[in-house]
């Protein structure tokens, strides 16, 4: 017999239940810790330097070359910014992470939500970057990378001294749960 | 040929294999740099013929019509002298290079590490620990093989981290390779005793080799010519016989019914039409090479798989494969981070299926090593997928782990209502997103292993040892959301195999969540592979 025995009823519901279950929640995990609220100033910097650069290329190529197609696309990145910078706060607020017992949990995400567990020994390294901007803001990114192609988990925007502590909690951890490739 | 410096320049040969182990600095083949720069040598020679192939053809039809071509314009000019005292130079620091660059090529194997030192300006030092071996492969390109030389790699995890040892007598790479994979396997303790009644036994192979490197031309040739015919040349290291024989028609056929045909044929229709509708000639000379290219494609397809045999030893699982360059590679126990069977859905009359693997060290992205170190199975029956599985997971072969991998291959659940399906499938409205293969899609959780299956086109099972499991992730879109679904993925080290399930009911998705998240953390505590041997005693349980 398999270990995990599925649910015959699991997946028969005829009914969808109620929109609010409908999302991913992990139940009966602790408190997420959240990243700095500063973080949003990153992402909105980063979100206007984008939106400028793309609206701003478009705009040259309607000018100088009377393309009416760059408008269109100019006016549609425009947008799309708009919305984001809107959301930027809310989406900021949705990134989360929780060291458990033997893994690292990770969430980001509202409308497109995810999670993500990794264990402690797989660890290969921990890497700490920092933009222009979170410098300037006092943050850093932490990755944890792994030997899996897509990269393991990314915190961005936690304080200095918090990246650097989570950094050496991190390789503790994973020091005494070692284990081999 | 050479056989009068191997006797030389290795005085190790003398004493038993376990010799070149010693922890001291080798040397390898003396014709390793000839053969690793055979493609510029050919180059040259290509040079050479191109531009004297007048004075060649002459040569043959006796007709003395050359004029103009570079040794006429020297010997008009008196600067015969000259060009033989370049030639000769030239020849002169070729062989002082070469001679320096094996010098300088040296490699060292201790209880922990091995180590490759070479570069005459650039010096590179390379070293690898032996208790992260991934795999150690021995390949014979054709041109080195017909010399007797073979190629040693040890990976280790990481994108082009091998150490190579190219080239070593194909004898002593045989032997070489046994005493890594005994030292890596953590044996060292065990054998102690054992050294006594084996000492005859692995000097056996070293005092051969003596009389072959001081005998004739004739019996240089048989030797060469029996280790050509053979497969595997350490008898005793594994048992003779693969558990899975690919008869040469069902080779061909999987060959010929592949995607690449489909494309083939669509090409081919697309020219005819071109043709009838009035296009000048030339599209059908622009598009011929491409299909010489494409037999050719076919022919190394071929070649490449055939007399493929994989074979369960002590040290791991042994796949080896190819008709003039052959390659055979050893995978020990816990290093095949996932696994792939899958049909195409042009195999599925035939009841075809091919088995890949990801292994963290795979060298990618380089041209000199064929990438077919991720194929466990070419081409295979239910039944040889089976042995293979069970090769590949010794643990996993009990009447269940049987009934869940034919389930996974073969099974869904539309078409097992009555039977019990083991596995936990995607609801009935995933319909809207996967409309073929929503009732195939699922998965489960055996002792430490995830299966996914999935896929209707190409039917996929895959398996994943939950010991060597990189993380899990599911996610949510909007679209997904609405239909009270998610996607969930296991991940992995980089290859071929995705183990990523795109519809799952969204309570579902949780308990897959938590499920290989603890399976995770479980198993890699459980799991003693990274020295094999250590623990267990070294039996043969792998060789059935």
């Known amino acids: 017999m398999p270990d995990y025995e599925p649910n015959p009823s699991a997946g028969q519901q005829a009914e969808p239940a109620p929109e609010s279950s409908n999302r991913l929640e992990l139940v009966e995990t602790g408190e997420w810790k959240r990243v700095s609220p500063k973080y949003v100033v990153v992402e909105i910097v980063g979100t206007i330097v984008n939106a400028v650069v793309v609206c701003g290329g478009a705009t040259l190529l309607w000018l100088l070359l009377d393309q009416t197609w760059a408008l269109w696309v100019g006016i549609v990145v425009l947008a799309v910014s708009i919305i984001n910078l809107v959301f930027e706060p809310r989406r900021v607020r949705a990134i989360g992470y929780l060291l458990r017992a033997d893994d690292l949990l990770f969430r980001r995400g509202i409308l497109f939500q995810r999670f993500v567990a990794v264990p402690y020994g797989r660890m290969q390294l921990i890497d700490i970057t920092r933009g222009p901007i979170a410098r ?27 990246a650097e502590s989570l950094r050496d909690r991190l390789v503790e951890l994973a020091e005494s749960r070692r284990a081999g490739l | 040929m050479n056989e009068e410096p191997v006797a030389h320049a290795r005085p190790a040969l003398t004493a038993p294999r376990t010799d070149l182990t010693d922890g001291e600095w080798h040397r390898l083949h003396p014709a390793t740099p000839l053969l690793r720069g055979g493609i510029f040598m050919v180059a040259i020679i290509g040079f050479i013929i ?76 390379r070293k690898a620990r032996l208790d992260r071996v991934q795999g150690v492969n021995l390949t014979r390109p054709l041109i080195p093989r017909l010399f007797g030389a073979a190629r040693l790699q040890i990976t280790v995890a990481g994108q082009d981290g091998n150490v190579e040892l190219a080239y070593l007598g194909s004898k002593l790479a045989d032997d070489l390779r046994r005493d890594i994979l005994h030292l890596a396997s953590g044996l060292r303790q065990a054998k102690q005793p054992a050294a006594a009644p084996d000492a005859p036994v692995t000097s056996a192979p070293a005092v051969d080799g003596m009389p072959i490197a001081h005998s004739a031309l004739g019996d240089f040739a048989t030797a060469r010519f029996n280790e050509f015919r053979a497969p595997e040349l350490d008898p005793d290291a594994a048992p003779p016989h693969s558990v899975v024989r690919i008869p040469p028609r069902r080779l061909i056929g999987s060959v010929v019914l592949s995607g690449f045909t489909v494309f083939l044929l669509l090409a081919g229709m697309g020219l005819i039409i071109s043709v009838i509708a009035g296009s000048s000639g030339w599209v059908l000379v622009a598009v011929l090479p491409g299909l010489i290219g494409s037999v050719g494609y076919y022919f190394s397809r071929i070649t490449k798989t055939l007399r493929f045999s994989i074979t369960g030893t002590p040290d791991g699982v042994r796949v080896g494969y190819g008709l003039l360059s052959t390659s055979s590679q050893t995978l020990p126990p816990g290093r095949i981070h996932a696994i792939e069977v899958s049909q195409p859905i042009l195999w599925r009359r035939f009841g075809w299926w091919q088995i890949s693997i990801n292994t963290a060290g795979q060298a990618s992205g380089r041209s000199s090593t064929p990438v077919t170190g991720t194929t466990l199975l070419p081409v295979g029956t239910l039944a040889d997928v089976e042995k293979v599985l069970q090769l590949a997971l010794p643990d996993f072969d009990t009447e269940t782990h049987r009934a869940l991998i034919e389930n996974g291959m073969l099974g869904g659940r539309k078409r097992d209502a009555g039977i019990a399906d083991f596995y936990s499938n995607a609801p009935a409205r995933a319909v809207w997103l996967r409309p073929f293969s929503w009732w195939r899609t699922g998965w489960a959780v055996s002792g430490s292993v995830a299966l996914i299956r999935r896929g209707i086109l190409s039917r996929d099972l895959i398996l994943v040892p939950l010991a060597r499991m990189q993380g899990v992730r599911i996610s949510q879109g909007a679209i997904r959301r609405r239909l009270r679904l998610a996607s969930a993925a296991l991940h992995t080290v980089a290859g071929p195999v995705t183990a990523s399930l795109s519809v799952i009911d969204v309570d579902e998705a949780l308990v897959l969540f938590e499920w290989m998240s603890t399976g995770a953390v479980r198993s890699a505590l459980a799991d003693t592979s990274h020295q094999w041997s250590r623990t267990a005693p070294p039996t043969q349980e792998a060789t059935e």
């Open chain 1, 136 to 162: 300037w803001l006092g943050l850093a990114d932490l990755k944890f990378v792994t030997a899996a192609a897509s990269a393991g988990v990314s915190i961005p925007g936690l304080a200095e001294a918090d």
């Open chain 2, 50 to 125: 191109a531009n004297l192939r007048e004075r060649l053809i002459d040569l043959f039809t006796g007709e003395e019509n050359y004029g103009g071509d570079p040794i006429d314009a020297i010997y008009e000019r008196g600067a015969t002298g000259w060009a033989l005292l370049i030639i000769g130079g030239v020849l002169v620091v070729i062989l002082v290079v070469f001679y320096l660059s094996w010098r300088l090529h040296t490699f060292r194997v201790t209880g922990e590490i091995v180590e490759v030192r070479s570069g005459l300006v650039f010096r590179s030092n």
